[in-house]
């Protein structure tokens, strides 16, 4: 069974930084890559960044050079270090392992229980 385990969420003023890691334990077999998708007060999750089998990453607009996703294979760990953190980056965070649908990797196959990240102005 496939768990993931985020850390790393916090309290940080505006312009401040967090780095979370998301460690993955069990046998992941099917995945195309993995992803940092939040939750927003009010809000439905979305997607804020992506990194495929192969090293591409993706990002929101909204946090496109102020947001790093990056893995450790060997520590099966997943990060996003986020910078300039802003207030309406303030939300849960939660890692998953994507899977491919009709040729994209787009599909969420496993959820973790997600980090609080809270940013205050």
């Known amino acids: 069974q496939v768990q993931l385990v985020e850390s790393g969420g916090g309290s940080v003023q505006a312009g401040g930084s967090l780095k979370l890691s998301c460690v993955v334990s069990?046998?992941?077999?099917?995945?195309?890559?993995m992803g940092w998708y939040r939750q927003r007060p009010g809000k439905e999750r979305e997607l804020v960044s992506a990194?495929?089998?192969?090293?591409?990453?993706t990002y929101a607009d909204s946090v496109k050079g102020r947001f790093t996703i990056s893995q450790d294979n060997a520590k099966k760990t997943l990060y996003l270090q986020m910078n300039s953190l802003k207030t309406e980056d303030a939300a849960v965070y939660y890692c998953?392992?994507?899977?491919?649908?009709?040729?994209?990797?787009?599909?969420?196959?496993?959820w973790g229980q997600g980090t609080q990240v809270t940013v205050s102005s």
């Open positions: 998953a392992v994507r899977r491919a649908n009709m040729g994209l990797c787009s599909d969420v196959s496993n």
């Open positions: 069990g046998d992941v077999f099917t995945t195309c890559g």
């Open positions: 990194i495929t089998n192969d090293g591409t990453t």
